[in-house]
């Protein structure tokens, strides 16, 4: 007899239901953005606890975030109410994590072992370069840091790792210095983020009765953005999916290989295009309905993202006759009337009845968020920043304002402390105790308590000498202030403080980002008269209540919204050098120009009604405009889904709009035409400004303005 299909297969599609009943055997799911597979995922799980085929512990589910695997528990529950045991659900090194506990002492640690955060490890590396005599300032700890993060997210052990990639830091003593490093974290009992993982397959490996174990648990294997996924991580999946033959093993990945965004962690795309060499006869199930998106937006997404070579090739369509809202470009005159403008239309679609909960804005850079935070403030309009603090918040804003805040308010302690010895300055802890007895005996505060310090004899001959200096930069920064403008000074005192130095030499990821977040810092000091001034309004805009509004716009960059979605996307900043960043354009050329195509192919696919680009025509750069190219992405969209506008400031009032009607060709730039308004008006508008001077773009001429009057202006092509 026929029974009904559970009500969880009901609202899929044949593919959907095809891949959620295919439990048995490997599965890959390849598929465009909003095709539904996290849902598929989600629901699978659904299947396989309800037709019993396995309890929840004995199912794994990788997801990419911890709050990814939350949201997919509460789906889950709503699916099966009456649930038991939970899946093992988590991030790589979440689940990791668990398992190591379970096991420490097979890989020398104890259960209760630390997790090591970036700081902790950093300073075990320089005991390290100490103890071997090797020269911080020429080697880095930071730089080996970075360098260690790569090797293990290769999956290599110390002596996995080749002679060609330890021979150059410190000369050929990197492997020794991996090896030492190891032997600390051991005997502290710790492991670092990289180890979570690596230390995990170590495990797998030399404990084959262990790794049987698992073998036995896990009985069906998930994994959601597979395509971002690093070598380490896959060596990982596939010993734990080595307990049946390859082709009956119960994994099932999903991902896209146009959302790979990771490519600078060291994720690896061809993962995906190994799985079905890894798992032969794996079942390759592709999705091509789009749920989440107009179809505007879609044709937005998948115009652009075709520019891309070596793409898999996936087809995306959806069932919506109409088009939906047109994307917009705006084009504004500088960041803070991009922020201005968008604060605006949120505040229209608010007043219409929408909730901020649907609206987002993802950045490129973390600095763009700032002129973002301030202007909600101003307004009074909630927001949330996810995947990381707020802009004031940040480590290295907090930092520099200590700083600042010492040359204007010489007592300000809090500050003293929080510097003293940032950047390292050889001024540990024992040394800020004399200083704070000081400081409390004088009942002076402890600038002043140093400075009288320094002329005795109780100090250390080094921390004496270092702490004299350090009080004669504030004296001068401080008069300093009196004749050159205060951003200037702002830049100088972290420049010569070493502070900027200890960034640039940081190789860590993230520090080009908080270099960029201090540039942002000092530039938007010029907003104000004086550093008092400037000091003030800080302490007024982070003294806002940060409790969790309920309804709240949020604000994230575009890595962080990797499957999300919000029915309103602002993307701002769509310039040359911010998006595609000229970062990756450097480092990696054509494979970084690609990658960020697929993140600006993330943004738009985040969107589910509308989708607002906008580009600044200046940014404001030591004090000097500087115009900026529009991104060539906004060149790649299709003309009649894009609807091209700007705000008017810049052009004196002349209202453009309308759709382009040609293209910039990349091939032959001399054949391209330009004769509408709009973005590539932008373009005619600053070759003009600069005096209808040619117009380059990566350094190549490509036309002049020639202004026409009236309502469009033409590219003139340059002479080859
Ligand atoms: P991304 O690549 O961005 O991670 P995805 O492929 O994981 O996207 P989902 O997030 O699972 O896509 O789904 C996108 C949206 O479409 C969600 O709101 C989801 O609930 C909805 N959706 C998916 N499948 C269906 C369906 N069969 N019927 C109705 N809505 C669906
Ligand atoms: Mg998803």
């Known amino acids: ?97 668990r398992i190591l506990r379970h096991h420490a002492e097979l890989v020398d640690l104890k259960p209760s072992f630390t997790i090591l955060d970036t700081d902790d490890q950093i300073r075990l590396i320089k005991q390290l370069l100490e103890a071997d005599n090797i020269d911080e300032k020429r080697w880095p700890a930071r730089q080996f840091a970075g360098i260690l993060d790569a090797w293990k997210n290769r999956g290599w052990l110390p002596k996995d790792v080749p002679s060609s990639e330890s021979a150059y830091f410190a000369n050929g003593r990197g492997g020794k210095l991996y090896a030492d490093y190891q032997a600390r974290l051991k005997a502290l009992n710790a492991a670092d983020f990289g180890d979570l993982l690596l230390e995990c397959i170590r495990l797998f490996r030399e404990n084959p009765e262990v790794l049987a174990e698992y073998h036995r648990k896990f009985k069906y294997m998930l994994v959601d953005e597979y395509q971002d996924s690093n070598t380490a991580q896959y060596l990982w999946l596939r010993l734990l999916a080595q307990g049946k033959p390859a082709p009956e093993a119960n994994i099932c990945v999903v991902g896209d290989d146009d959302q790979s965004i990771y490519g600078w962690r060291g994720a690896e795309v061809d993962n995906i295009l190994r799985f079905e060499t890894d798992f032969p006869g794996a079942r390759v199930i592709k999705l091509e309905r789009n749920y989440r998106s107009t179809a505007n937006i879609l044709k937005a997404a998948s115009t652009l993202i075709a520019f891309n070579e070596g793409r898999l090739g996936k087809t995306l369509h959806t069932d919506t006759a109409e088009g939906g809202e047109m994307v ?78 010492l040359v204007a308010q010489p007592a300000d302690d809090l500050a003293f402390e929080r510097i003293v010895n940032v950047p390292k300055r050889g001024i540990g802890d024992s040394t800020v105790k004399v ?186 750069i030591h004090g000097l405009w500087q115009s900026a190219i529009p991104s060539r992405f906004l060149d790649e969209l299709p003309p009649d889904v894009v609807e091209v506008s700007d705000t008017g400031s810049s052009y004196g009032g002349y209202g453009y709009g309308g759709g382009a009607t040609s293209r910039f060709n990349k091939a032959d730039p001399f054949e391209s035409v330009y004769e509408t308004p709009g973005w590539q008006r932008a373009r005619a508008n600053q070759a003009s400004r600069r005096g209808g001077g040619p117009l380059t773009i990566e350094g190549e001429l490509v036309a002049r303005s020639v202004d026409l009057g009236g309502q469009s202006s033409h590219f003139a092509l340059g002479e080859r």
Do not use: C
């Open 435 to 620: 200083l704070l007895e000081t400081a409390r005996h004088q009942n002076v505060p402890l600038l002043a308590a140093t400075r009288m310090l320094v002329e005795t004899e109780e100090l250390k001959p080094k921390q004496r000498t270092t702490l004299r200096e350090l009080v004669m930069q504030f004296d001068a920064w401080a008069a300093r202030l009196e004749a050159v403008p205060h951003y200037e000074v702002a830049e100088q005192i972290l420049d010569e403080s070493g502070y900027t130095g200890m960034w640039q030499a940081d190789k860590a990821p993230d520090s080009p980002g908080r270099l960029e977040n201090l540039k942002e810092l000092v530039r938007s000091m010029e907003e104000f008269e004086t550093l008092g001034g400037f000091l003030e309004h800080i302490s007024l805009v982070m003294d806002r209540d940060s409790g969790e509004a309920e309804d709240a716009v949020s604000i994230m960059t575009l890595h962080s919204a990797k499957g999300l979605e919000f029915d309103t996307v602002f993307l701002p900043g769509w310039e040359e050098g911010l998006f595609p960043h000229q970062r990756s354009l450097d480092e990696s050329g054509r494979a970084g120009l690609e990658e960020e195509r697929r993140l600006a192919y993330v943004g738009i696919t985040r969107g589910r009604r509308r989708v607002r680009l906008s580009m600044a025509q200046n940014r404001r």
């Open 328 to 405: 917009t470009v705006t084009s504004v005159w500088d960041s803070e009337e991009e922020a201005r403008h968008v604060g605006e239309e949120i505040e229209q679609y608010q007043r219409a009845g929408e909730s901020l909960n649907s609206m987002a804005i993802l950045v490129r850079a973390s600095f763009q968020m700032r002129e973002f935070e301030e202007r909600f403030i101003t307004l009074g309009l909630n927001y949330r920043v996810i995947g990381g603090p707020r802009f004031y918040e940040r480590r290295e804003i907090r930092d520099a304002l200590a700083y600042l805040r």
């Open 1 to 97: 007899f026929n029974r009904r299909a559970p009500d969880y297969l009901a609202g899929l599609n044949p593919e959907q239901r095809e891949a959620v009943e295919t439990t048995e055997g490997p599965l890959l799911v390849l598929a465009g953005a909003g095709t539904g597979k996290t849902r598929v995922l989600t629901t699978r799980i659904a299947h396989i606890l309800s037709q019993r085929l396995a309890w929840g512990s004995q199912i794994l589910a990788v997801t990419f975030t911890n709050k990814a695997a939350n949201e997919m528990k509460k789906r889950i529950h709503e699916l099966v109410p009456s649930l038991d045991g939970l899946p093992w659900m988590g991030t790589f090194h979440s689940i990791s994590a």
